[in-house]
């Protein structure tokens, strides 16, 4: 009475969770919402027995003012951005899963790094889609040109996913031009910018685009340059409502249409829209948190350098990698044996995530300590 191909399917495993442990395997926010969000949802409560609006249309005119700021110039012949030119979903997984159902019929191929965002494999099959995983490069990279040499007749979508989970990696402009210049005219590229509100590298792929005296890029020139490209991201992440489930897509207007298609009827509900809309309008208190995210990732990545510096890896998001391959169940164990729950991915590394000044605190001298047990120390 199931599909016979869903007992091959793995499921997503989420964090784990111990009681009286520091949990720093969700990438979440170990912070309540943005302050005035937080006094907004509370308000939104009293509305909950009304359906939300279906087509989130409030909250998708603010998401296009955000991404092309009227302070930012557009080129004469780019379209301007519209609600239309944005889908929200339950979150960015959710809008993950869309794009694939919206490209792909069974058997249709969608091509991506590997390791990257666990849930991109699991997405294809549920979807009836073939995952074609392209290993990182050596420096724990997207490999770009083989993923290029990876397309085939068959490939309907590509998944770019920048900074990369659990790597923490990022890709240049100069990079991801000439990537899109070897991309089929008719293959849909997904940039996934889940963790771009931490990205300090200061030459990402939409470095190009964000004009002069901007704080963020125009996507309407990006989108202008590359009609097969749309751009995904959530509010999970820096924003802290990772409980309320909201992501969102910018893209062309058929793309977004056929995303909308396979999205679920009121996907997006009442209080995730008004907190989107309140976040949005809460740049400064954003900021403040994001950089001091920032300044502790670098607390995190300074030790690592000092204790392993094989292990170091400069991440751009709000967590860290350490690829210890074999090592990783061990070092795993010895981090919970000290009170720390990390990401575990077995044969491969482990990802921390970065959150507190406190928390890091309390992670810095347990690291030390499984890093020593485990043999990895230099």
């Known amino acids: ?90 979150g960015s997984s959710a809008l993950c899963l869309q794009t694939i159902q919206a490209t792909c019929a069974d058997g249709d191929e969608v091509v991506f790094a590997w390791r990257s965002f666990e849930a991109y494999p699991i997405l294809c099959k549920v979807a009836g889609a073939v995952p074609v995983q392209v290993p990182l490069d050596a420096e724990h990279r997207h490999d770009l040109d083989a993923m290029a040499s990876a397309i085939t007749e068959k490939t309907k979508l590509v998944f770019v996913c920048n900074p990369n989970n659990p790597s923490g990696t990022t890709i240049t402009s100069e990079e991801f031009e000439q990537f899109m210049a070897k991309v089929p005219s008719d293959v849909q590229v997904i940039l996934d910018e889940a963790y771009t509100e931490y990205d300090r590298s200061d030459n990402g792929p939409l470095t190009p685009f964000i004009p002069a005296g901007a704080a963020r890029a125009n996507l309407a020139l990006a989108l202008e340059k590359y009609p097969n490209l749309a751009i995904c991201r959530t509010f999970s992440k820096a924003y802290g409502l990772a409980g309320i489930r909201l992501g969102y897509l910018v893209g062309h207007t058929p793309f977004v249409e056929a995303v909308n298609k396979v999205g679920i009827p009121f996907g997006v509900n009442a209080l995730a829209q008004a907190a989107g809309i309140a976040s949005l309008d809460a740049q400064s208190e954003l900021l403040e948190r994001v950089e001091a995210s920032v300044t502790q990732r670098s607390r995190v990545l300074n030790a690592i350098r000092e204790w392993a510096p094989e292990l170091h890896i400069a991440s751009q998001a709000n967590f860290v990698w350490l690829p210890v391959g074999d090592k990783a169940v061990d070092l795993n164990a010895a981090l919970q044996a000290e009170g720390i729950i990390a990401r575990c991915f077995g044969g491969e590394g482990v990802r921390i995530t970065v959150t507190t000044e406190e928390e890091i605190d309390r992670l810095l001298p347990a690291l030390k300590k499984a890093l020593e047990a485990t043999g990895l120390t230099s």
Do not use: C
């Open 1 to 90: 009475m199931v599909r016979s191909d869903l007992a091959s399917l793995p499921a997503y495993v989420p964090g784990a969770t111990i009681p009286g442990a520091l949990k720093l395997a969700s990438n979440e926010s170990s912070q309540n919402p943005l302050p005035s969000v937080e006094a907004l949802i509370s308000d939104a409560t009293a509305h909950i027995n009304r359906y939300p609006d279906m087509g989130a249309v409030e909250l998708r005119k603010a998401l296009a003012e955000f991404v092309q700021p009227k302070s930012a110039s557009t080129s004469p012949t780019a379209e301007p951005l519209t609600w239309a030119h944005v889908a929200v979903g339950n």
